[in-house]
Each structure stands twice: as C-alpha cells, then as structure tokens.
C-alpha cells in the first residue's frame, strides 16, 4: 500500500465524518461526544438503518448532526446500497469522508491527512471499516461507477469475498452466511480493486474489526472500543 503526498494544513470545513447506526443510542452518544470534542464544526452525518428510536432526534442540538431515518440496508440483498447512501449523503461536497462506526475513539485531531488524489485510506487491506476515509475524488468515482449498485455485490462467493489472488476468503463468507449482513470493508475492497481506487494506510487510524485497541497508540482515531455500553449482539 502506498501513501499518499500528505496534505498538512487543513480545517473542520474539509471533513465530513458519516456514523451509520441500528439499536446504538449509547454508542452513538459517546462517539459523537468525542468526536465534537475535537471536531466542532466539521460536517457530522448520523443515518439510522431502519431503526426509528426517537432519541436519536436529540444529537440534533446536543452534537449538531445532519440526522436522517432510512431504509434498512445493511441486509445483503441490498448489496452496496448501504454505501451508495453513504456517499450520496456526502455528495463530495468536502474534501475527504470519514466512516466511523459507533464504538470508534476519536482521540485528537489529525496531525495531517492524504493527500486529496484518488484513494480509500485507513487500516489494513482491504480497509478496515470501523474508520476508513474517502478522497472526494475517490468518492465521487465509487458513485458514479454504479458499481455499488451491481447485483453481483449481493453474491459474495463470487465478488468481494474473493481475495485478489483469486482464492475465497471462507472466514467472510461464513460470516456473511451467518448474519446475512454487508460487510462494507470487503465489498469496498472489491469496488475499488474494480475501478482502480488505491486502498492507502494511513497511520493516523488504527482499527481493527474484534481485538481490543493496545494500550498507548498515538493515533487521532481508534476502532473498537467495546468496553462502552453495547445495545444489541456483537457481529
């Protein structure tokens, strides 16, 4: 993975951070506290996938999000939807795009951030989703490719669960029959191996789907802290 010409100077106006959540009152809170802490007046995001709990309605004034209900997506035969709404939502109209999970610790701002050519930046490969980012240039590709809404998206055994060297990653598609649920990191992995979108590590984010975040990183973002109050069934 390379890294991109890293851009040093930047404000809150250049960053859209995107929370999706379902059953995550409590994460939500907490994530956004932190967040707002450091980001004050950086465009905030927050959909709801299908779940209507009013009191979500209150991050309007305590963290001044943009708030939306929508449809729930997040079930595989809605494939890349769920992203598609993502980088809708965002319309490219900053430049970058932060998706935070709700058990994502935004610790301090970011000393620098990539450069703003074509890339997905974030942790791992493909990029890990509890914290990735998106160039607007990266983003509006994504989108307009309208490969996030190709029915091929909805049969991982022959898309995204498949590893660039062509073997079937079998851990992700036992999860996948499990749950039955969209797993954002891999199906972006594959959008962008498509449409030749670099996937960059960027060592301002850690995360990591399920291990605990080690002590003492000096990052700005880490993922995931699950020692905060859960709602619902760890995935």
């Given at each position: 993975?390379?890294?991109?010409?890293?851009?040093?100077?930047?404000?809150?106006?250049?960053?859209?951070?995107?929370?999706?959540?379902?059953?995550?009152?409590?994460?939500?809170e907490w994530c956004l506290g932190h967040l707002?802490?450091?980001?004050?007046?950086?465009?905030?995001?927050?959909?709801s996938d299908g779940d209507?709990?009013?009191?979500?309605?209150?991050?309007?004034?305590?963290?001044?999000?943009?708030?939306?209900?929508?449809?729930?997506?997040?079930p595989l035969r809605h494939g890349g939807r769920i992203i598609e709404r993502m980088l809708g939502c965002w319309g490219a109209n900053t430049a970058y795009?932060?998706?935070?999970?709700?058990?994502?610790?935004?610790?301090?701002?970011f000393r620098w951030l990539p450069g703003e050519e074509l890339a997905v930046?974030?942790?791992?490969?493909?990029?890990?989703?509890?914290?990735?980012?998106?160039?607007?240039?990266?983003g509006a590709k994504l989108l307009e490719s309208g490969l996030l809404t190709d029915p091929l998206l909805t049969r991982p055994e022959q898309s995204w669960a498949v590893l660039p060297d062509g073997t079937l990653?079998?851990?992700?598609?036992?999860?996948?029959?499990?749950?039955?649920?969209?797993?954002?990191?891999?199906?972006?992995?594959?959008?962008?191996r498509r449409l030749g979108i670099p996937q960059t590590h960027f060592a301002e984010v850690f995360s990591q789907w399920r291990d605990p975040v080690p002590d003492g990183l000096d990052v700005a973002v880490s993922h995931p802290h699950k020692q905060i109050p859960l709602e619902r069934d760890e995935l």
């Open positions: 993975m390379g890294q991109a010409e890293p851009r040093q100077v930047y404000t809150d106006a250049d960053l859209t951070f995107y929370l999706q959540v379902c059953r995550d009152v409590q994460r939500a707002r802490r450091h980001f004050p007046t950086s465009r905030v995001i927050v959909i209507h709990d009013r009191r979500y309605a209150a991050f309007l004034d305590r963290h001044r999000v943009e708030f939306h209900i929508g449809e729930e997506l997040y795009l932060f998706k935070l999970d709700p058990d994502t610790l935004v610790h301090r701002r930046f974030g942790n791992g490969l493909p990029t890990q989703g509890g914290c990735m980012g998106f160039t607007r240039a990266a990653n079998s851990a992700v598609l036992q999860m996948v029959r499990r749950d039955g649920r969209v797993r954002t990191d891999w199906l972006i992995g594959w959008c962008c």
